[in-house]
Structure formats: C-alpha cells, structure tokens
C-alpha cells in the first residue's frame, strides 16, 4: 500500500513561485508530478528516478520547474518557478514503475489527493 500526500500549493501572482512536497512512500523506482484542472485529462509534468540521476520535464515547464527527491526523507518536491496563468491546476503526485513508461500518467500505481495551484495575472 501507498499513501501520498501532497502540499505547497496557494495563490500566486504572474511570476512568482511555490515549491510543492509529496510525502509518503518512496518504494518505487519512479516518482511523478501531473497536474489536472477541471474538464482537462491529467497531464504529465515531471518525474524522477529513484536515484535522481534522471528527470523528465513537459516541455512548457522547461527551465521553469525543477523536480527532486530526498529519499532518506521519503518526499519528492516541485520547485516551480516564474508561474504563469496557464499553470494554474490541480497538482498531484504518483508513484509508478519504470524508465520507460515515467511520462505516462497510466503506468502509475497510486496518487495523492492533490494540491491547488492558482496563478493570478
């Protein structure tokens, strides 16, 4: 069984940032950050091995966000910086299985329960 929980997330101002945590089992070889806003189909945003040495960014988030994971500390972080309005969503944490496949929101096992994500103009 896996239990994550995700926090960080607030109202912010065009440019501004958040660094958002997941918390809870690291067991799994790959950790992953997608976001879902209402209507939309969940969508992948970064992930990260289990070591750290390989990370995954959507393109639109690209120099902007940064993912990490403290293993010893069972949490994995979002450093989201310069936000825009088009980032405002509901952001979520999985844990899935492999190099392969840590792009897709089908190959993870279990989720959080989200945190909100406002970005103000």
């Known amino acids: 069984q896996v239990h994550l929980v995700e926090s960080g997330g607030g109202l912010v101002q065009a440019g501004g940032s958040l660094r958002l945590s997941c918390a809870g089992s690291v067991s799994y070889y790959i950790m992953g950050w997608f976001r879902q806003a209402p209507g939309k189909e969940r969508e992948f945003v970064a992930a990260?091995?289990?070591?750290?040495?390989?990370?995954k960014y959507v393109d639109s988030v690209k120099g902007r966000f940064t993912i990490s994971r403290d293993n010893a500390k069972k949490t994995v972080y979002l450093q989201m910086n310069n936000l825009q309005p088009e980032d405002s969503s509901t952001y979520y944490c999985g844990v899935g299985g492999t190099i392969a496949t840590m792009t897709m929101v089908g190959a993870y096992d279990a989720w959080g329960q989200g945190t909100q994500v406002t970005v103000s103009s």
């Open positions: 990260i091995s289990r070591s750290g040495d390989t990370t």
